[in-house]
Every structure is written in structure tokens, then in C-alpha cells.
């Protein structure tokens, strides 16, 4: 079944403690992008990725890493995590980067306390 | 700066009672609009892709339509499993970012 996996749904941590959220999809997609959704901010994009080993900022890249060394996969790195990163995260991929649409993963809760 | 605006923010229907939300958009050139149903605590699920002013597509009780500045889905004789919130997005030309409108939550009443 085409589908993009992220892992883990839910995720409780303390401030400052270092976390990973993976993300992979079997489609073979160029494009890999994350996303926070925020009550009365909807969908905002964090980082994208065009294919491999290329990445570039969305709108609200600020506290967040990533990388893209295979094509499957685009983990979101939280170095430091802080309560303002307290938000529901998405991780989405497209065929190419030009006019295809987004397939979503089914989300991760994360909690900063 | 690209913008997208959904209204109304939130839309009460009967069951079979018809209606439309409004997704009005700004863009420098646009690639692609893009509709999507989102379920409580699920990602979003696409419906819908229109390129060009003046295309329309359809899905069971779902039409989605375009002009130069909005879009339109129109849902017709709704039904109770209808209820969800309905995000609209855009990709513009200028660049790769995909940009979402806040939504409209939909809820159909048996």
C-alpha cells in the first residue's frame, strides 16, 4: 500500500532533550516536505526537500533540522526542543516539485514540557 | 507575498442541504490548487488538483472549481459522513513551498 509512515504518533519530552520524528514513503517521491499545525494557524510548512542531499526552508524552519541521504527517507530533527514546539507535525511527500499534490502521513503529537 | 483564504471558517448544513466554501487565493503564477479533507487527528486526504481558471472536477458529492482568484468546492446533498474540515493549498510558481489556508470545518447533521 502507497503510504507515507511517520513514526512515533505520540511523544511526550522535556525541554532541551534531543528528538527525532522519521518520516518514510515507499512511492518513490522527489519530494519530501514537514509541516506543524497549529489551532487558528493551520498548515505550516518547516522544511522541504526537491530529492536527495537537497533541503530548503519553508516558513517556519526556526528550532527544527533535517536531512535527506536516502529518497525514502526525511527525518525532522528537534535539537532543543522548547514548549513552543509543542504541535501536531505532518510529514508529506509529491511525485515532483512542480504542481503534484501532497500524500500526508498520519501525523505526530508532540508535547515539550 | 502568496496568500490563501478559506471562509467561512466553520458551516452547520442539514443532511441534503447543498452549500459551497470559498478558498480565495493570491499568487504570482500558480502551479497547482489543491484540495483536501482532514478527519479529527489524521493527516490530510486529497480530493482535488485544478491547474487553470475555468477547470472543474468532481468526486461522488464533491466539485471543485477555479477562476483566476478563488475556488469553489461545492458539495451537494451532503451526508452526515461529510463532516470533516476541508484545507485548500496552493503552489505557486515563484517557488516549491506548498501554502495552506486555514480551513472550513464542515458539519452535516443527520
Known amino acids: 500500500e502507497a503510504q507515507v509512515t511517520q513514526n512515533p504518533r505520540y511523544l511526550i519530552t522535556v525541554t532541551g532533550k534531543k528528538l527525532t520524528v522519521t518520516c518514510s514513503q515507499n512511492?518513490?517521491?522527489?519530494?519530501m516536505s514537514w509541516y506543524r499545525q497549529d489551532p487558528g494557524l493551520g498548515l505550516r510548512q518547516i522544511y522541504y526537500?526537491?530529492?536527495?542531499?537537497?533541503?530548503d526552508k519553508g516558513d517556519v524552519p526556526e528550532g527544527y533540522k533535517v536531512s535527506r541521504k536516502e529518497k525514502r527517507n526525511f527525518p525532522l530533527i528537534l535539537e532543543s526542543p522548547s514548549p513552543n514546539q509543542t504541535s501536531l507535525y505532518f510529514c508529506?511527500?509529491?511525485?515532483?516539485?512542480?504542481?503534484?499534490?501532497?500524500?500526508f502521513g498520519n501525523g505526530t503529537r508532540l508535547t515539550v514540557t | 507575498e502568496d496568500q490563501v483564504t478559506q471562509s467561512p471558517e466553520a458551516l452547520r448544513l442539514q443532511e441534503g442541504e447543498s452549500s459551497s466554501l470559498n478558498c480565495s487565493y493570491t499568487?504570482?503564477?500558480?502551479?497547482?490548487l489543491f484540495w483536501y479533507r482532514q478527519d479529527p487527528g489524521k493527516g490530510p486526504e486529497f480530493l482535488f488538483t485544478?491547474?487553470?481558471a475555468g477547470e472543474e472536477k468532481e468526486k461522488e458529492r464533491l466539485k471543485a472549481t477555479l477562476t483566476k482568484k478563488e475556488s469553489f468546492l461545492h458539495i451537494t446533498a451532503p451526508k452526515p459522513e461529510d463532516s470533516a474540515t476541508y484545507l485548500c493549498?496552493?503552489?505557486?510558481?515563484?517557488?516549491?513551498?506548498?501554502?495552506f489556508g486555514t480551513g472550513t470545518r464542515l458539519k452535516v447533521l443527520a
Open positions: 508529506a511527500s509529491s511525485m515532483g516539485p512542480g504542481g503534484s499534490p501532497l500524500h
Open positions: 512511492m518513490n517521491h522527489e519530494y
Open positions: 526537500s526537491m530529492n536527495v542531499e537537497v533541503t
Open positions: 499568487v504570482s503564477g500558480l502551479r497547482g
Open positions: 485544478l491547474y487553470s
Open positions: 493549498a496552493v503552489q505557486s510558481t515563484g517557488t516549491y513551498k506548498y501554502i
